[in-house]
């Protein structure tokens, strides 16, 4: 084995604590003797964790729980099935809500009995989660403390499929020093963190800084403790396969091999393709799916997608090249399934006529998206494929989702004569967030009647904060008809994104590029739940669930008043109203603070945190300077000045404390001060150079803070008042 080789492996072991060595099977107790599920509870719930007995039994995808009070029985086949059943339990029998989006845990001394044993059975195999934008979109830098609690509440929720992209590029950089390359060759090409899903995606590479080896080194240290933890919990970790991706000059180094180039995607340029029909690429993914088991453990399925977002297939036939693929990943892994991404116009019928169908798995990322998309199994010959939302682009801080769409269609889809349907498929490009949409679209796959959405909500407010209030069931009734009220009859599943976000301009209609140029529900019918929410009974607010929705129906509500604003500032533009415009503009910028303000009573809606992150993984200030680069490049300019040109800047856009009184403040009060000087002078506006703007904040932000301050009820409060002035 290589120096090099030998050293990398002993630096995994080290940091993990483990062997490299995986035998893939799940683990029956953890270091600690405790059943995995029984770990997971007390962590969750560390004061009753205790009076919970886990056992493993029972046919597959079902639980059972049983019990007296203060000595509750969870049965299931595995240790995520067994923490599905607690849910169940939590939420049925005790009014308790865990999600990924705050909690509320306010239980008894000892935990009562459920009236009757309570049963369930998933109504589909594949629970799958993740979108592969996530580990940019919702943090490239967390580290283990986030993902076992993201894993715990994943389980939690019945899903049984987890994408893994943490330790790919330290897997691509050991690869490709057996085909000839140079550590620091691989380490120019592979991206920094925040941007590395688009690399794997074969959408671009080398941006913005190399990688440095002590950073692939605890990557996939973490890779690893994710998919051991995963096993552990008995849920399948979805890793990525090889499809091709080679570094640049391929050809040069490995003679007679043949790459396609593939051309550019918004501004980069893309990493050639290497052809699958060729001896070099059995050789090549070989040494990856080898690499791949020595370094994270083998799987079952893997996630790869051809000729994504206009990838370009050349003179190479598309069903011969899916054939060798396919043929690269069974030698490696004989049955594992291949898993890919139903989204524009992949997979063409050329792959899955090409493949064995009973292996592949289309993680459908527009069932409710479009109209149009009414029958899968034509579309894909009868495929197997998962019912998929995506309620959120870039990770927007919008609230909503299109839940009707849900409760028509995903049934129906399922049940209907010769359904190929086979499972859920949450992808929202970054998690986190939208908290009853997550435990509604989690719940489809365990439900065994009709959903009625009023009574599901009611359910929801009284399990949310503990207990039944009228005016927490009249605000999600509200909520439930309005931003969580949307279809996919106007060919979107996310909710407008807000205007203080965009790039300054009088005839802003978005602050992403790809994002609903209107409002899909009236915002003033959406108002009323603030103050709904604001009028909980006090006992019922001291959880981090009722805090968390406060300050999102609060932030929504400042968030939709942009819209209305920005036309009356441009009214009083056009008519050189002077005094009208002073005001007006003035108003803008106090929501701004304001909303500002409100975000930052929140730790995880703080731009301060996210930084410090990134800069937590640098072995150096240089490199705690550039993984901060990365993270903010991300969410503003996204990369070059070409590509935020070509409509990347402000893709991830979103309302938290410190990138609103920051970046976008200066933006807005820039613009309104050329604008006003302009009105004053009688002449046009100059141009602002944006990116200039964008790229000097991003290089030096000032300070932002990593710590909450304020109080997220009374700046509501204060939100609501602001808003009542102004109507």
């Known amino acids: 084995m290589p120096l090099a080789r030998r050293t990398f492996l002993a630096a995994i072991a080290g940091t993990t604590g483990a062997t490299v060595a995986c035998s893939g099977a799940a683990a029956d107790s953890t270091p600690a003797g405790r059943p995995p599920a029984a770990d997971a509870a007390r962590r969750l719930l560390p004061r009753h ?32 099935v067994q923490l599905t059943g607690l849910r169940h339990y939590l939420k049925h029998t005790t009014h308790t809500n865990i999600t990924w989006a ?216 598309v069903g011969d090249a899916a054939k060798a693929v396919e043929k690269a990943l069974h030698t490696a892994h004989p049955g594992a399934t291949w898993v890919i991404l139903g989204w524009q116009s992949n997979p063409p019928k050329a792959i899955v006529d090409a493949v064995d169908k009973t292996r592949m798995l289309v993680v459908d990322g527009l069932s409710d998206r479009f ?98 209030d009228q005016h927490a069931a009249a605000a999600w009734d509200i909520l439930r008809r309005t931003a969580y009220g949307t279809t996919r009859a106007d060919e979107w599943s996310e909710g407008a994104d807000g205007l203080f976000g965009a790039r300054p301009s009088l005839s802003a209609k978005s602050a992403a590029a790809w994002s609903p140029q209107a409002m899909r529900y009236e915002p003033s019918e959406f108002e009323p739940a603030l103050g709904e929410l604001l009028a909980v009974r006090r006992e019922l607010r001291d959880s981090s669930a009722y805090r968390r929705d406060v300050l999102d129906v609060a932030r929504q509500s400042l968030s939709n008043r942009s819209r209305t604003l920005l036309p009356r500032i441009k009214q009083a533009y056009d008519a050189k109203d002077t005094p009208r415009f002073d005001a007006l503009t003035r108003d803008w910028l106090a929501l701004m603070d304001l909303l500002d303000r409100l975000m ?46 070509a409509g990347l800047r402000d893709y991830a856009n979103r309302e938290w404390a410190g990138l609103v009184g920051g970046l976008y403040r200066l933006r807005w009060s820039t613009y309104f001060k050329e604008l006003r000087a302009a009105l004053t002078e009688g002449r046009e506006p100059k141009p602002i150079d944006w990116f200039s703007v964008e790229e000097g904040w991003i290089r030096d932000p000032g300070s932002l803070a990593t710590r909450p301050s304020g109080d997220t009820y009374k700046i509501a409060v204060q939100v609501r008042e602001r808003l009542a002035e102004s109507q």
Do not use: C
Request: a negative charge.
């Open 49 to 80: 964790w205790d009076q919970f007995t886990f056992e493993t039994s029972g046919p597959a995808d079902t639980f059972r729980v049983s019990g007296s009070r203060g000595n509750i029985t969870i049965a299931g086949p595995t240790a995520a």
């Open 102 to 317: 705050g909690s509320q845990t306010d239980l008894p001394d000892r935990l009562p009995a459920p009236d009757r044993p309570l049963n369930g059975r998933a109504n589909t195999p594949h629970r799958f989660v993740l979108n592969d934008t996530n580990d940019g979109y919702t943090g490239a830098y967390h580290d283990w403390s986030y993902w076992e609690r993201e894993l715990d509440v994943l389980a939690l929720h019945g899903y049984n499929e987890v994408l893994v992209y943490v330790g790919a590029d330290a897997l691509y950089h050991r690869v490709f020093q057996e085909f000839g390359y140079s550590d620091q060759e691989l380490r120019e090409w592979i991206p920094a963190p925040a941007h590395q899903p688009w690399w794997l995606l074969q959408n671009m590479s080398a941006f913005p800084y190399p990688v440095s080896r002590q950073l692939l080194d605890r990557r996939a240290a973490l890779g690893r403790r994710i998919t051991d933890r995963l096993r552990e919990l008995g849920m399948t970790p979805v890793l990525p396969g090889y499809f091709g991706t080679v570094p640049p000059d391929f050809t040069a180094k490995n003679p007679g091999a043949k790459t396609v180039p593939q051309g550019d995607w918004v501004g980069f340029t893309r990493p050639d393709w290497l052809d699958p029909r060729t001896e070099h690429f059995a050789r090549v993914s070989a040494a990856f799916y080898r690499a791949q088991d020595e370094l994270f453990g083998p799987s079952t399925m893997y996630k790869m997608d051809l000729l994504h977002e206009g990838g370009k297939p050349g003179d190479v036939p």
């Open 371 to 468: 109209p149009t998309v009414t029958d899968r199994e034509s579309d894909w010959n009868a495929t197997p494929y998962t019912f998929g939302s995506i309620w959120n682009f870039g990770g927007h801080t919008t609230l909503g989702a299109n839940t009707p769409d849900w409760a028509a269609l995903y049934e129906k889809w399922r049940t209907k004569e010769g359904s190929t349907l086979s499972g859920i498929s949450l992808m929202p490009e970054a998690a986190d967030n939208n908290p009853a949409a997550f435990d509604l679209f989690s719940e489809l796959a365990w439900r065994t009647d009709d959903l009625d959405l009023a009574e599901w909500f009611a359910e929801w407010s009284v399990s949310r904060y503990g207990a039944a």
């Open 600 to 645: 930052a009573t929140d730790s995880r809606h703080l731009l301060g945190r996210w930084v410090a992150d990134a800069r937590s993984w640098g072995a150096d200030t240089t490199e705690k300077d550039r993984l901060a680069y990365d993270q903010l490049s991300l969410l503003t300019v996204w990369g070059t000045r070409s590509g935020a040109d």
